[in-house]
Nanobody, 125 residues
């Protein structure tokens, strides 16, 4: 069973920075996209940033120019560098890892997403 371990959340003042990490273990399949989502109470979980297996990135408008997503394939880890943090960035941040699972020698497969447990980020004076 794939395990995701998130770290790096905490309390920071407006304008400050944090770096989130999400390490995947027990991986026996190819990792596809890796992403960071965030959720505030009463709201839907929303995508903040995504990085494909090829290194292409996609950012939500509200983080463009401030957040940078990266991945270390050798460590099965995805990072989110968050700069110029604002109070509205306060949320629980979740990482998501997409895995391709091959089921037979003919190459049949299915894709499955795994979620981290979430790490809280609070931006406050």
């Amino acid at each position: 069973q794939v395990q995701l371990a998130e770290s790096g959340g905490g309390l920071v003042r407006p304008g400050g920075s944090l770096r989130l990490s999400c390490a995947a273990s027990e991986i026996r399949s190819r990792i596809n996209d890796m992403g960071w989502y965030r959720q505030t109470p009463g709201e839907e979980r929303e995508l903040a940033a995504l990085i494909t297996s090829g290194g292409n990135t996609n950012y939500a408008e509200f983080v463009k120019g401030r957040f940078t997503i990266s991945r270390d394939n050798a460590k099965n880890t995805v990072y989110l560098q968050m700069n110029s943090l604002k109070p509205e960035d306060t949320a629980v941040y979740y990482c998501k890892v997409g895995v391709r699972i091959v089921v037979n020698r003919e190459g049949a497969y299915y894709d499955k997403d795994y979620w981290g447990q979430g790490t809280r980020v609070t931006v406050s004076p």
